[in-house]
């Protein structure tokens, strides 16, 4: 009874994918006989679909040792399909447009949870800082370093505070965008890479840049100056500060599957999630430039405090356009 028991369970393996891998084996001729430009877009996204879901049956006959000749069939299949998925070359400019169009903003829905928890505890620490510093203005130097403040302390007189939003020299533009672009990417890759500490030292990050923010907020509120040193900070800080929440998510991502491997080890789950949320990594270093050249030129060269509130705005509409919109026609056509 052994051997008609093992044919049979090998057939019914076989019936239940065979359609799956017919498909497969019809889009792998096309490929190698005309080039993946015979693909269209919903072929070119079924494939690595295809190609997975093979590579999950070969898993699985030869866990329960199947007969040979579909271990061998599978074992081709796969191969194929692995060089048409992998071997395939794309140029440069292609693979930047696919992680725009694509990798990024379906990594942040991915991971919208941990983002969010990022906005959060800066939300919080801006509160915090600026119910504080309200409180008692002293603690003002608590939060803000002397390199940041550059001169907006409670010291300053409500003049000098308001020359720091309009007085820049012109000049300086250029160098200043660049500081700004190397800071704020330094700090972000630092909320990156604390998560290698089980991401408990990103939440402290993500609330100390809060405080910050608030115990400025707080300075200038008590000048009569709070929205004009919104409408100095949003046009960039929208970017900005979205940019480090990323690398906050990503390293809280990183502690996350320090702590709780689940079914891997935690060197290979690390490994596994790494390579994942290094996306948003890379897609904040671009936020981060962008906020950089805003910061640097445009908020500089306009002093009208109705037009950088405008670009606030509109930064903050596109990127939750952005992030909530592009790529999801893509996301539906690999789930179908």
Known sequence: MTAPTFILKSAQFRRER??????????LERVETKG??????????RLPVLYRGAASSLSVATAISLDKNLLDYLNALVGRAYICVYGAKRRPEEAVIEFFRHDFPDVVRRYFGFVALSFALVA??????????????ERYYSFVGEAMAQGRTPAASTKELRDV????????????ATFLFTHNSKVGMLCFALGFAAGVPVIFLLLETGLTLGAMAALYASRGLG?????????????????????????????????????HTRLRNLALQGREVALLA???????LVAGAIEGFFRQLVQDVGVRWTLAALTLVFWTWYFFTVGRNRDRDLAR
């Open 18 to 27: 065979e359609e799956a891998w017919r498909e497969l084996e019809m889009l």
């Open 36 to 45: 993946l430009r015979n693909l269209t877009a919903a072929e070119l996204n």
């Open 124 to 137: 919080l620490g801006v509160l915090a800082g600026y119910q504080m510093t309200k409180a008692d203005p």
């Open 165 to 176: 939003l309009y007085g820049r020299g012109r000049g300086e533009l250029s160098i200043f």
């Open 227 to 263: 929205p004009e040193l919104w409408a100095w900070i949003l046009p960039h800080g929208v970017t900005e500060i979205g940019a480090l929440c990323l690398c906050g998510a990503a390293g809280m991502v990183l502690g996350r599957a320090l702590v709780f491997p689940g079914r």
């Open 282 to 288: 890379v897609g904040a270093v671009v936020m981060f």
